[in-house]
Protein backbone atom coordinates (compact mmCIF):
# COMPACT_ATOMS: atom_id res chain seq x y z
CA UNK A 1 0.00 0.00 0.00
CA UNK A 2 2.03 3.14 -1.37
CA UNK A 3 0.49 6.67 0.17
CA UNK A 4 0.60 9.99 -1.86
CA UNK A 5 2.79 11.60 0.18
CA UNK A 6 5.09 9.35 2.01
CA UNK A 7 8.37 8.53 0.29
CA UNK A 8 9.33 5.34 0.92
CA UNK A 9 12.37 4.21 2.46
CA UNK A 10 14.49 6.70 0.98
CA UNK A 11 17.80 7.19 1.79
CA UNK A 12 18.84 11.04 2.69
CA UNK A 13 21.42 12.52 0.53
CA UNK A 14 20.88 15.95 2.78
CA UNK A 15 23.95 16.62 4.97
CA UNK A 16 24.06 18.98 7.69
CA UNK A 17 26.05 21.51 5.43
CA UNK A 18 23.26 21.67 2.78
CA UNK A 19 21.31 23.21 5.77
CA UNK A 20 22.23 27.06 5.64
CA UNK A 21 22.08 29.01 9.29
CA UNK A 22 20.07 27.38 12.04
CA UNK A 23 23.16 26.41 13.57
CA UNK A 24 21.02 25.82 17.48
CA UNK A 25 18.77 23.88 15.55
CA UNK A 26 21.73 21.59 13.97
CA UNK A 27 23.49 21.64 17.72
CA UNK A 28 19.98 20.34 19.01
CA UNK A 29 19.67 17.60 16.73
CA UNK A 30 22.80 15.61 16.56
CA UNK A 31 22.30 13.86 19.55
CA UNK A 32 19.38 11.98 17.55
CA UNK A 33 22.42 11.56 15.09
CA UNK A 34 24.18 9.91 17.69
CA UNK A 35 21.34 7.66 19.20
CA UNK A 36 20.36 6.54 15.26
CA UNK A 37 23.83 5.55 14.72
CA UNK A 38 24.60 3.85 17.88
CA UNK A 39 21.65 2.99 19.96
CA UNK A 40 22.82 0.26 21.81
CA UNK A 41 24.98 2.76 23.43
CA UNK A 42 22.42 4.67 25.05
CA UNK A 43 20.12 1.56 26.32
CA UNK A 44 23.71 -0.19 27.82
CA UNK A 45 23.61 3.10 29.85
CA UNK A 46 20.01 3.11 30.68
CA UNK A 47 19.36 6.33 29.44
CA UNK A 48 16.00 7.72 28.67
CA UNK A 49 16.11 8.19 24.58
CA UNK A 50 15.02 10.97 22.51
CA UNK A 51 12.01 9.69 21.00
CA UNK A 52 10.81 12.84 19.24
CA UNK A 53 11.94 16.04 18.53
CA UNK A 54 9.44 18.90 17.51
CA UNK A 55 10.42 21.72 14.98
CA UNK A 56 8.47 25.15 15.66
CA UNK A 57 8.72 27.62 12.85
CA UNK A 58 7.08 29.44 10.12
CA UNK A 59 6.54 27.76 6.94
CA UNK A 60 9.62 27.30 4.53
CA UNK A 61 12.30 27.72 7.17
CA UNK A 62 13.75 24.32 6.49
CA UNK A 63 12.26 21.88 8.63
CA UNK A 64 12.10 19.13 6.50
CA UNK A 65 15.29 20.03 5.08
CA UNK A 66 17.20 19.76 9.11
CA UNK A 67 15.01 16.49 9.23
CA UNK A 68 16.33 14.86 6.19
CA UNK A 69 19.53 16.07 7.16
CA UNK A 70 19.46 14.19 10.56
CA UNK A 71 18.47 10.74 8.67
CA UNK A 72 21.39 11.56 5.99
CA UNK A 73 23.66 12.24 8.72
CA UNK A 74 22.94 9.17 10.64
CA UNK A 75 22.59 7.40 6.84
CA UNK A 76 19.29 5.84 7.73
CA UNK A 77 15.68 5.77 5.65
CA UNK A 78 13.72 8.56 6.17
CA UNK A 79 9.74 8.02 6.41
CA UNK A 80 7.63 11.26 5.64
CA UNK A 81 4.17 11.98 5.70
CA UNK A 82 1.97 15.18 6.15
CA UNK A 83 -0.63 15.76 8.96
CA UNK A 84 -2.93 17.15 6.42
CA UNK A 85 -2.97 14.03 4.42
CA UNK A 86 -5.35 12.89 6.91
CA UNK A 87 -7.66 15.56 6.90
CA UNK A 88 -10.99 14.64 5.30
CA UNK A 89 -9.81 11.16 5.29
CA UNK A 90 -12.16 7.93 5.97
CA UNK A 91 -12.68 6.85 9.36
CA UNK A 92 -10.09 4.59 10.27
CA UNK A 93 -7.85 5.12 7.29
CA UNK A 94 -5.65 7.53 9.31
CA UNK A 95 -5.02 5.52 11.87
CA UNK A 96 -4.02 2.47 9.69
CA UNK A 97 -1.87 4.88 7.62
CA UNK A 98 -0.07 5.48 10.87
CA UNK A 99 0.26 2.11 11.65
CA UNK A 100 1.44 1.35 8.66
CA UNK A 101 3.79 4.15 8.89
CA UNK A 102 5.65 3.45 11.83
CA UNK A 103 5.65 -0.96 11.27
CA UNK A 104 7.63 0.19 8.00
CA UNK A 105 9.80 2.59 10.22
CA UNK A 106 10.51 0.17 12.96
CA UNK A 107 11.05 -2.97 10.38
CA UNK A 108 14.07 -0.71 8.97
CA UNK A 109 15.55 0.82 12.18
CA UNK A 110 17.34 2.32 13.07
CA UNK A 111 15.34 5.25 11.34
CA UNK A 112 13.31 8.50 11.12
CA UNK A 113 9.79 9.70 10.65
CA UNK A 114 9.01 13.26 9.69
CA UNK A 115 5.81 14.26 10.20
CA UNK A 116 4.71 17.68 8.16
CA UNK A 117 1.78 19.79 9.85
CA UNK A 118 1.28 17.70 12.35
CA UNK A 119 -0.92 20.26 13.61
CA UNK A 120 -3.61 19.04 11.41
CA UNK A 121 -4.05 15.77 13.35
CA UNK A 122 -2.22 17.36 16.74
CA UNK A 123 -4.93 19.59 17.54
CA UNK A 124 -6.02 20.24 21.25
CA UNK A 125 -8.83 17.45 21.36
CA UNK A 126 -12.71 17.73 22.79
CA UNK A 127 -13.17 21.18 22.07
CA UNK A 128 -16.35 21.62 19.45
CA UNK A 129 -16.22 18.48 17.24
CA UNK A 130 -18.83 16.68 15.99
CA UNK A 131 -18.47 16.42 12.50
CA UNK A 132 -16.63 13.11 11.25
CA UNK A 133 -13.40 14.84 10.37
CA UNK A 134 -12.77 15.63 13.62
CA UNK A 135 -13.19 11.62 14.87
CA UNK A 136 -10.94 10.42 12.78
CA UNK A 137 -8.39 13.32 13.72
CA UNK A 138 -8.30 11.96 17.03
CA UNK A 139 -8.19 8.04 16.24
CA UNK A 140 -5.34 9.05 14.15
CA UNK A 141 -3.39 11.05 17.10
CA UNK A 142 -4.21 8.50 19.38
CA UNK A 143 -3.04 6.02 17.36
CA UNK A 144 0.65 7.88 17.46
CA UNK A 145 0.25 8.37 20.65
CA UNK A 146 0.11 4.83 20.75
CA UNK A 147 2.85 4.15 18.46
CA UNK A 148 4.91 6.22 20.16
CA UNK A 149 4.75 5.09 23.80
CA UNK A 150 5.21 1.51 21.74
CA UNK A 151 8.93 2.55 21.17
CA UNK A 152 11.44 1.21 23.57
CA UNK A 153 15.38 2.60 23.25
CA UNK A 154 15.79 -0.34 21.51
CA UNK A 155 13.70 0.22 18.66
CA UNK A 156 15.45 2.91 17.10
CA UNK A 157 13.32 4.90 15.57
CA UNK A 158 13.14 8.81 16.11
CA UNK A 159 10.02 10.37 15.18
CA UNK A 160 10.43 14.38 14.18
CA UNK A 161 7.39 16.40 13.21
CA UNK A 162 7.38 19.78 11.70
CA UNK A 163 4.57 22.64 13.05
CA UNK A 164 4.19 26.32 13.04
CA UNK A 165 1.57 26.53 15.62
CA UNK A 166 2.76 24.77 18.58
CA UNK A 167 -0.07 26.57 20.86
CA UNK A 168 -2.73 24.88 19.26
CA UNK A 169 -1.22 21.17 19.74
CA UNK A 170 -2.49 18.67 21.92
CA UNK A 171 -0.57 18.88 25.37
CA UNK A 172 -0.81 14.62 25.51
CA UNK A 173 1.67 15.44 22.60
CA UNK A 174 4.18 17.03 24.19
CA UNK A 175 4.67 15.29 27.05
CA UNK A 176 7.98 13.51 28.17
CA UNK A 177 8.76 10.34 25.69
CA UNK A 178 6.53 12.20 23.20
CA UNK A 179 7.40 15.20 21.55
CA UNK A 180 9.22 16.08 24.36
CA UNK A 181 11.80 18.55 22.60
CA UNK A 182 10.99 21.94 21.08
CA UNK A 183 13.02 22.88 18.37
CA UNK A 184 13.24 26.39 17.08
CA UNK A 185 13.44 26.86 13.51
CA UNK A 186 13.24 30.50 13.03
CA UNK A 187 12.90 32.78 10.08
CA UNK A 188 16.81 33.39 8.80
CA UNK A 189 18.60 37.11 9.89
CA UNK A 190 20.00 38.89 7.36
CA UNK A 191 23.45 36.69 7.63
CA UNK A 192 21.62 33.18 7.67
CA UNK A 193 19.89 34.67 4.32
CA UNK A 194 23.14 35.40 2.86
CA UNK A 195 24.25 32.00 3.70
CA UNK A 196 21.09 30.44 2.39
CA UNK A 197 21.77 32.03 -1.04
CA UNK A 198 25.05 30.78 -1.60
CA UNK A 199 23.78 27.51 -1.47
CA UNK A 200 20.88 27.96 -3.89
CA UNK A 201 23.23 30.11 -6.19
CA UNK A 202 25.76 27.24 -6.12
CA UNK A 203 23.76 25.75 -9.76
CA UNK A 204 22.85 29.19 -10.80
CA UNK A 205 25.14 30.42 -14.24
CA UNK A 206 25.84 33.91 -13.43
CA UNK A 207 26.55 36.79 -15.73
CA UNK A 208 30.20 36.57 -16.28
CA UNK A 209 31.48 39.74 -13.84
CA UNK A 210 28.67 38.51 -11.21
CA UNK A 211 30.27 36.98 -8.02
CA UNK A 212 28.49 34.63 -5.98
CA UNK A 213 29.41 36.23 -2.84
CA UNK A 214 28.68 39.55 -4.15
CA UNK A 215 24.82 38.43 -5.41
CA UNK A 216 24.17 36.45 -2.03
CA UNK A 217 24.77 39.86 0.02
CA UNK A 218 22.87 41.96 -2.04
CA UNK A 219 20.11 39.57 -2.25
CA UNK A 220 20.50 38.51 1.51
CA UNK A 221 19.96 42.91 1.88
CA UNK A 222 16.70 42.90 -0.74
CA UNK A 223 14.80 40.40 0.68
CA UNK A 224 14.51 41.12 4.50
CA UNK A 225 11.43 38.39 5.76
CA UNK A 226 11.84 35.73 3.08
CA UNK A 227 12.48 32.32 4.60
CA UNK A 228 14.86 29.40 2.84
CA UNK A 229 12.33 28.41 0.41
CA UNK A 230 11.23 31.78 -0.75
CA UNK A 231 15.19 32.39 -0.86
CA UNK A 232 15.14 29.14 -3.24
CA UNK A 233 11.99 30.21 -5.45
CA UNK A 234 14.05 33.31 -6.36
CA UNK A 235 17.09 31.86 -7.39
CA UNK A 236 15.33 29.39 -9.32
CA UNK A 237 12.76 31.99 -10.80
CA UNK A 238 16.09 34.22 -11.94
CA UNK A 239 17.33 31.22 -13.68
CA UNK A 240 13.80 30.89 -15.22
CA UNK A 241 13.67 34.57 -15.98
CA UNK A 242 17.17 34.39 -18.35
CA UNK A 243 16.09 31.16 -19.94
CA UNK A 244 13.05 32.80 -21.02
CA UNK A 245 14.54 36.39 -22.86
CA UNK A 246 16.68 33.46 -24.27
CA UNK A 247 20.09 34.83 -22.33
CA UNK A 248 23.26 32.26 -21.51
CA UNK A 249 23.50 33.79 -17.87
CA UNK A 250 21.91 35.50 -15.56
CA UNK A 251 21.58 39.12 -14.83
CA UNK A 252 21.02 41.03 -11.44
CA UNK A 253 18.17 42.22 -13.49
CA UNK A 254 16.58 38.71 -13.52
CA UNK A 255 17.22 38.60 -9.70
CA UNK A 256 15.65 41.93 -9.01
CA UNK A 257 12.29 40.22 -11.32
CA UNK A 258 12.43 37.23 -9.53
CA UNK A 259 12.22 38.88 -6.68
CA UNK A 260 9.37 40.98 -6.91
CA UNK A 261 7.48 38.10 -8.80
CA UNK A 262 8.28 36.21 -5.37
CA UNK A 263 7.03 38.71 -3.05
CA UNK A 264 3.81 39.03 -5.09
CA UNK A 265 3.55 35.47 -4.11
CA UNK A 266 3.82 35.87 -0.55
CA UNK A 267 1.19 36.44 1.57
CA UNK A 268 0.94 40.53 2.93
CA UNK A 269 2.63 39.37 6.39
CA UNK A 270 5.01 37.93 5.09
CA UNK A 271 6.77 40.21 2.78
CA UNK A 272 8.25 42.73 4.47
CA UNK A 273 8.79 42.05 7.88
CA UNK A 274 12.74 40.37 8.94
P1 LIG B 1 6.80 23.81 5.71
O1 LIG B 1 6.55 24.22 7.11
O2 LIG B 1 6.07 24.65 4.70
O3 LIG B 1 6.68 22.34 5.47
P2 LIG B 1 9.64 23.60 5.98
O4 LIG B 1 10.05 24.42 7.14
O5 LIG B 1 9.57 22.14 6.15
O6 LIG B 1 8.31 24.18 5.39
P3 LIG B 1 11.44 22.99 3.90
O7 LIG B 1 10.49 22.15 3.12
O8 LIG B 1 12.48 22.29 4.66
O9 LIG B 1 10.64 23.96 4.82
O10 LIG B 1 12.16 24.04 2.95
C1 LIG B 1 11.80 24.16 1.59
C2 LIG B 1 13.03 24.38 0.75
O11 LIG B 1 13.59 25.67 1.05
C3 LIG B 1 14.14 23.39 1.01
O12 LIG B 1 14.01 22.23 0.25
C4 LIG B 1 15.37 24.20 0.63
O13 LIG B 1 15.55 24.19 -0.76
C5 LIG B 1 14.99 25.60 1.04
N1 LIG B 1 15.49 25.94 2.38
C6 LIG B 1 14.75 26.24 3.47
N2 LIG B 1 15.53 26.51 4.53
C7 LIG B 1 16.81 26.37 4.11
C8 LIG B 1 18.09 26.49 4.76
N3 LIG B 1 18.20 26.83 6.04
N4 LIG B 1 19.19 26.28 4.01
C9 LIG B 1 19.09 25.94 2.70
N5 LIG B 1 17.93 25.79 2.05
C10 LIG B 1 16.80 26.01 2.73
Redesign the pocket.
Known amino acids: KAFPSQKKDVKSKVRFG ?5 EQAKAEVVEFVDFLKSPTKYEKLGARVPKGGL ?1 V ?10 AKAVAGEADCPFYSMSGSDFVEMYVGVGASRVRDLFKQARDSAPSIIFI ?2 IDAIGRKRGKGGFTGGNDERESTLNQMLVEMDGFTSSTGVVVLA ?1 T ?1 RVDILDNALLRPGRFDRQIA ?1 DK ?1 DMA ?1 RE ?2 YM ?2 LKPVKLEGNLKQEDIAKRMAALTPGF ?3 D ?2 NVCNEAAIFAARRKGDSVTMDDFERATERVIGGLPKTNSLMS
Open positions: DVAGLFGPPGTGKTLLDEGNIPEKIVHAGAIA
